[in-house]
């Protein structure tokens, strides 16, 4: 099994309160991660890093969480079809976030904000 701290994680997410907690978190559990603050950012971001997992904010202004889902695999497709990064929507609610729209877009998971460094580490159990 690979060990946490290898895996690069890109943390999509506009709000600065939730950017710190999770800066916090995962420096707790000794996981190095990247910041992106619209799904722009971390669209390009990917294209530039091979990252193993992204949790993905769903709003975020200039584009959103499920465009940036979209456009991500897409790009996936087009240039390496047998990659597939694990995609996590952070909602605040994901019953009123449409499950099945995520699911569509391209999302592999859900996890609600806020969060626990015991979700987080079931999370990134998963994303191996
Ligand atoms: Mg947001």
Redesign the pocket.
Known sequence: MRDPKDLKILFA???RIIQRIAFFTFGQMGIPIDFASNGKEAFEMYRNKKYDLILM????PVMDGLEATRQIRAFEKETNPDTRVYIVALTANIISEKKDECLLAGMDDFMEKPFQEQKLRSLLLKSF
């Not at 904010?57 to 975020?60: A, E, I, V």
């Open positions: 997410e506009d709000n904010d769903m709003q975020m």
